[in-house]
């Protein structure tokens, strides 16, 4: 079975601008987190969807978004992209079986890294 | 909130020397524990997981965890280090009283050097 896939792996953008990165769960998983890893920050959790609707979202700025398609798959979007925002963005997905994630593995994808001149 | 403590942002051990790896969690009732490893630009990879039952839980490449509650950790072992097991290593905490539904908690991590 395929893992986590993300796209793009690495991606350069100057401030102002914005990005959309992709993620496509384990196939039949039901849930995607998506979590950004700096070196002073650590990992932080952005938010996370089941069934195309956000259930959690974690504190960051409403300049970060998502959104998940009916196939499970999820974007996350930034706009008015800041230094700060250079970081590695992981996707995690999970089966969720009904118990709202509690306990569910989470599985990662390779991550994106991005860099903002 | 959940919240997850690992001592010792680095540990230095020669190949073949023991790897213990520390983690403390708050205090909740049930909390579901994992360990993750993170080797250099990849993502992160699941090592073991307690949930309920056996509080020894054994996990890929000859890790080991122990889940203590009255001293609310979960530290990760193995006998005999290896080369290869040079990484960083993230544990994480999920659901229990107070913690966002989805979400994991992780620690600031440690980072294992392994010298020959």
């Known amino acids: 079975k395929a893992g986590v896939t993300q796209t793009p792996r690495y991606l350069i953008k100057t401030r102002g601008q914005q990005v959309t990165l992709s993620c496509s769960p384990i196939?039949?998983?039901?849930?995607v987190s998506w979590y950004q890893q700096t070196p002073g920050q650590g990992l932080q959790f952005l938010f996370e969807y089941f069934s195309e609707t956000q259930r959690n979202k974690g504190n960051f700025p409403g300049r970060f978004s998502g959104r998940q398609f009916s196939n499970s798959r999820s974007e996350m979007n930034v706009s008015t992209l800041e230094l700060g925002d250079s970081a590695l963005y992981l996707c995690a997905s999970s089966r969720d079986l009904g118990l709202a994630g509690v306990g569910e593995t989470q599985y990662f994808g390779p991550g994106t890294r991005l860099l903002v001149l | 909130a959940q919240s997850v403590t690992q001592l010792g942002s680095h540990v230095s051990v020669s190949e073949g020397a023991l790897v213990l790896l520390r983690c403390n969690y708050s205090?909740?009732?049930?909390?579901?524990l994992f360990w993750y490893v993170q080797y250099p630009n990849q993502g992160l990879q699941l090592l073991l997981k307690?949930?309920?039952?056996?509080?020894l839980v054994k996990g890929i490449n000859g890790f080991e965890a122990e889940f203590k509650k009255s001293e609310t950790s979960f530290h990760l072992t193995k006998p005999s280090a290896h080369m290869s097991d040079a990484a960083e290593y993230f544990c994480?905490?999920?659901?229990?009283?107070?913690?966002?539904?989805?979400?994991?908690?992780f620690g600031r991590g440690t980072q294992l050097t392994v010298w020959p």
């Open positions: 994480a905490v999920s659901g229990g009283r107070g913690s966002t539904l989805g979400r994991l908690y």
């Open positions: 205090s909740s009732v049930p909390p579901y």
């Open positions: 307690y949930t309920t039952g056996a509080t």
């Open positions: 196939s039949g998983h039901r849930s």
